[in-house]
């Protein structure tokens, strides 16, 4: 089936960008939860500005802004992909910053007071009992992200929907029913997907939450 | 940037950005609704209902709200329910929103103590007034924080309506980009028109939070 190509293309966005964002969230998420209050706001800002805008609006600054203003070509793909990674890497980076100060202070003492240091104390003991309480949160953040990939059609990336589309207009004539069977389709094929995820994360919260 | 350009065509934006409120306030509204109906099926304990309200939470939250549009749009009406893109932009954004909702009021609901019932109905309230007395003023409460959140969603969700042929602000965003070539000022007045929007609806929503939680504590 056709739509098998586009929905490759829909998880390529998604997996990519989940990638960056779990090691970009990670990394941030540590440098977040330090002490320093300058950088708490800085990353506090970020995540902000990020957030209040609806994902489409940030698609639209990169395929048809940034790329002008700059005066390069950037593909709908690639600024799918930057979306969604920077996006993620500051969802992933609150994620991660919950977890670690939820994590009582004596864990910090008792590894320093082991001699550990700083880089130490985060690798081996603090990163390992935070993974606990992020991943439900994390879970739950990949399928957000699968469902909102869906709206990348809109910069014209040739996804599932597109190709969704492209079969409809193919057979408008041959198969009035297209339409109906084939969004139909495409709503089971995200839910068969995001279903299981969600499920995961529900569990490992009430295990691990 | 040409600020006469965005002189001449703001009126265009504001009449986009009151048709995203409209959109948003209906929807909001429908989900808040469906999301009590969806907490008192489980109140009552009305068997036969509860694995429909559950199917019904499931499939809405696991599908992006751009297909259940399209399919709201292009294949319902191959069935013969014709609805106007406007209806099925409410009518897509109270389905995704009610089952945010249903979670935030079931939340809710759960965190009632059953001593609170059990006082309530010592007392002598009968079922209904239990639930419109007792539950949801309380739940309500809890279930606040996570209610603001759905309610910054779904507005940002109204984002993609143009899809089914409504001219909201990315509509009207992307008309200007591919008429005129204005696209500094076509993305500026939109970043501006969605800060307008969600900015103080988000600061009105924490402020009624600290308000409420003052309240109670």
């Known amino acids: 089936m056709r739509l098998g190509g586009g929905l490759i293309v829909s998880l390529e966005i ?35 500005i990020v957030r209040i805008m609806p994902t ?32 993620g890497v500051f969802e992933m980076m609150d994620i991660v910053r919950g977890a670690i100060t939820s994590i009582p202070k004596h864990q910090f003492e008792s590894a320093s007071s082991l001699g550990l240091n700083k880089a130490q104390i985060y690798i081996y003991v603090i990163i390992p009992l935070a993974m606990r309480r992020l991943v439900p949160g994390a879970v739950n953040l990949l399928s957000r992200m699968i469902k909102t990939t869906s709206i990348v059609v809109l910069i014209g990336v040739v996804e599932v929907v597109k190709v969704g589309q492209q079969i409809i207009e193919n057979h408008v004539f041959t198969n009035n029913m297209a339409p109906f069977w084939i969004y139909g389709f495409i709503f089971f094929l995200y839910f068969i997907i995001c279903y299981p995820i969600s499920k995961l994360s529900k569990r490992l919260e009430e295990r691990w939450g | ?65 751009l297909i259940q549009l399209f399919f709201l749009y292009y ?43 059990e006082a309530g109905l010592s007392v002598g309230l009968n079922q209904n007034q239990l639930l419109m007395y007792v539950i949801l003023p309380q739940a309500f409460g809890v279930a606040l924080p996570s209610i603001s959140a759905n309610i910054i969603f779904l507005l940002k969700e109204t984002s993609i309506v143009s899809i089914v042929a409504l001219a909201d602000l990315v509509y009207v965003a992307k ?39 003052r309240a109670r504590s």
Request: proline content about 2%.
């Open chain 1, 56 to 87: 489409i609006v940030w698609l639209f600054i990169f395929y048809f802004g940034v790329s002008r203003a700059l005066g390069l070509h950037i593909s709908a793909f690639a600024a799918s992909l930057l979306v969604f990674s920077v996006w």
């Open chain 2, 75 to 117: 294949g319902l009406p191959k069935l013969g329910i014709s609805l106007s893109s406007f209806s099925c932009a409410v009518i897509g954004l109270a389905f995704l929103g009610g089952s945010y909702m249903a979670e935030s009021f079931r939340l809710g609901f759960e965190s009632v103590k059953r001593s609170q019932l």
């Open chain 1, 14 to 48: 998604s997996i990519i960008s989940i990638v960056i964002s779990v090691f970009g969230g990670l990394f941030m998420g540590v440098l977040m939860s330090s002490k320093n209050k300058f950088i708490y706001w800085i990353c506090k800002i970020c995540l902000e």
């Open chain 2, 1 to 65: 940037m040409d600020f006469e350009f965005i002189a001449e065509f703001y009126p265009m934006y504001i009449k986009a950005g009151i048709l995203t409120l409209k959109l948003a306030f209906y929807g909001i509204l429908i989900s808040i609704i469906i999301g009590i109906l969806c907490m008192a099926t489980k109140f009552y304990k009305i068997k036969f209902l509860n694995p429909i309200v559950d199917g019904y939470v499931e499939l809405s939250r696991n599908t992006p709200l």
């Open chain 2, 175 to 213: 008309d200007i980009i591919g008429l005129y070539y204005m696209t500094d000022e076509a993305l500026f007045m939109l970043v501006i028109s969605y800060l307008i929007i969600i900015l103080p609806t988000s600061l009105l929503l924490t402020w009624l939070e600290k308000r409420m939680k």
